[in-house]
C-alpha cells in the first residue's frame, strides 16, 4: 500500500482535486479511499498491466462522482467558518426561565381586561378578530387594550426595556 501511495498518490491527488472543486481535503479524502479499495481488491494489484494507474484513476473519479452526488443528495454541509460567525445565543435557558417567571408576575399585576387580551393575542397566537370573538369585545377594543396591556406590561417589568 505504501508503495502505491509513493507511486501514485501525488498524481491521484492531481487528478481528484479539480473533481473535488478545489477542496484539498475532500481530494484527499478520496485519494485515501482509492487506495483502500486497492486493498479491498488485491486481485486487481496482481494485474498482468504496465501499471495500476489507470484502474486507480477508474476508481477515483468514480468515487468523486459518488461523492458529489452524495453531496447534492444531502443538505448543504456548514463550514468552520459559519460556524465561528454565527452570534453567540444571547441567553441561556436559565435566563429565559428567570424572564418567563418575571413576565407570569407582571402579567398577574396586570387588570383582568388586559391580561385576557395578551392572553389571547400573544400566547394563544389569535387574530384581533378572533380574541374580539373569543373575548366578546370589538376588535378596536382588543386593539386598544393591547396597546394599553403592553405598556403597562413595560412599566411591570423594569429592567426590560424595549431595545432597537
Known amino acids: 500500500m505504501a508503495a502505491l501511495q509513493r507511486e501514485h498518490g501525488r498524481a491521484l491527488f492531481g487528478f481528484l482535486l479539480p473533481l473535488s472543486y478545489g477542496d484539498r481535503q475532500r481530494a484527499e479524502d478520496l485519494v485515501q479511499e482509492t487506495l483502500v ?29 459518488d461523492a458529489r452526488r452524495a453531496r447534492q443528495a444531502r443538505p448543504p454541509e456548514v463550514s468552520d467558518t459559519v460556524l465561528e460567525s454565527a452570534p453567540a445565543p444571547h441567553d441561556d435557558l436559565a435566563e429565559r426561565s428567570a424572564a418567563a417567571l418575571d413576565v407570569r408576575a407582571a402579567l398577574e399585576r396586570l387588570s383582568p381586561e388586559h391580561r385576557a387580551v395578551l392572553v389571547q393575542v400573544y400566547f394563544r397566537g389569535l387574530s384581533v378578530a378572533e380574541a374580539s370573538s373569543a373575548l366578546g369585545v370589538p376588535p378596536g377594543t382588543v386593539k386598544s387594550r393591547t396597546h394599553y396591556a403592553l405598556r403597562a406590561l413595560r412599566h411591570a417589568m423594569p429592567g426590560y426595556e424595549e431595545r432597537g
Open 37 to 65: 479499495r486497492a486493498w479491498q481488491h488485491p486481485e486487481a494489484l496482481e494485474s498482468d498491466h504496465d501499471s495500476m494507474r489507470p484502474w486507480l484513476f477508474t476508481v477515483a473519479r468514480r468515487l468523486a462522482i
